[in-house]
């Protein structure tokens, strides 16, 4: 099945600094690439998303790049604020299965 | 508005007991998923199910049941608690055909 590893687990960061979160996968059918964001208290909640056509997707701040050879992608947050500070998770699926294989998470820590 | 609700948001059993969490959503989505949250293991997938009286087992469904007699409901029924299964619980839901998920709130377990 597949394995995702997601690195770093915990990271820490100033205000106004970027903050890169990277993900490994193993099984080369993964085709759809999730980031989950989850505040204290609450549910994942998907934030940006690349399929495997895709290189790299950008929504605003946060943006998502994808090497299908080497199997891994990366979340980056330019220009951090306060509330980004979560729990952020990959994850990967081959299409039509619609159940993602999820990274461990990554908690970032936003300094004011 | 649409949602995803999960009750108890917090609950307290004893080991042997039956404990059943609820999972209801409003988004008439075929496809739910029952995860569980663990320090340092991320989200594990328990059970899911793909439409009404269909069930199938996650990377960690030993103890764990789901049934599926209509849309809206997925319960999670922990035949004999056990301390091990002391963690947060989290359903979730997507629509036919697409890979996002929409999580619910999550339920805190606790098995003393």
């Known amino acids: 099945g597949e394995n995702v590893e997601q690195h770093p687990s915990t990271l820490s960061v100033q205000e106004g600094d970027s903050a890169v979160i990277k993900c490994t996968y193993s099984?080369?059918?993964?085709?759809?690439f999730p980031w989950y964001k989850q505040e204290l208290g609450k549910g994942p909640q998907l934030i940006i998303d690349i399929r495997s056509n895709v290189g790299e997707k950008k929504d605003q701040r946060i943006a998502v790049t994808l090497n299908k050879t080497a199997k891994h992608f990366s979340l980056h947050i330019t220009e951090t604020q306060p509330e980004d500070s979560a729990v952020y998770f990959c994850a990967a699926s081959r299409g039509g299965s619609y159940i993602p294989t999820f990274g461990r998470g990554t908690s970032l820590i936003v300094h004011p | 508005d649409a949602e995803i609700t999960q009750s108890p948001r917090h609950k307290i059993t004893e080991t042997g007991r039956q404990v059943t969490l609820a999972c209801h959503q409003t988004w008439n989505h075929n496809n739910m998923f029952w995860y569980r949250q663990d320090l340092g293991h991320g989200l594990r997938l328990i059970h899911y199910s793909y439409g009404v009286q269909d069930t199938n087992k996650g990377e960690v469904s030993d103890g764990y049941s789901v049934s599926r007699s209509n849309t809206e409901d997925l319960p999670l029924t922990l035949e004999s608690a056990a301390s091990s299964q002391t963690s947060v619980y989290f359903c979730?839901?997507?629509?036919?055909?697409?890979?996002?998920?929409?999580f619910g709130p999550g339920t805190r377990l606790l098995v003393l």
């Open positions: 099984d080369s059918a993964s085709n759809y």
């Open positions: 979730a839901s997507s629509d036919r055909g697409e890979e996002t998920q929409y």
